[in-house]
């Protein structure tokens, strides 16, 4: 059963950084494409930033430029850098296969406040 952790979420002003990291156990990174999602309170769960395994990124224009997606299969790891954040970016952030074929971790929660 594949499971997926994710960590590196807190608290940060307007115009920080933060790295998320996402571990994932099983088969599930021999899937040609890995994402992150996230979750806004009372909004649907989004798309952010995905990668395949030839490195070719692909990003939700709210965060084009900003943040960047990258990945470590022999790791079974993935990563967001994320930097110029915005109050906007608060969310739970998710990741997983795109389109999504494991249950989702328990997230990471980014705040993004002054």
């Known amino acids: 059963q594949v499971q997926l952790v994710e960590s590196g979420g807190g608290l940060v002003q307007p115009g920080g950084s933060l790295r998320l990291s996402c571990i994932a156990s099983?088969?599930?990174?021999?899937?040609?494409?890995m994402g992150w999602y996230r979750q806004a309170p009372g909004k649907q769960r989004e798309f952010v930033a995905a990668i395949n395994n030839g490195g070719i990124t692909n990003y939700a224009d709210s965060v084009k430029g900003r943040f960047t997606i990258s990945r470590d299969n022999a790791k079974n790891t993935m990563y967001l850098q994320m930097n110029s954040l915005k109050p906007e970016d608060t969310a739970v952030y998710y990741c997983?296969?795109?389109?999504?074929?494991?249950?989702w971790g328990q997230g990471t929660q980014v705040t993004v406040s002054s």
């Open positions: 997983n296969a795109v389109p999504r074929v494991a249950s």
């Open positions: 099983g088969r599930i990174f021999s899937i040609n494409v």
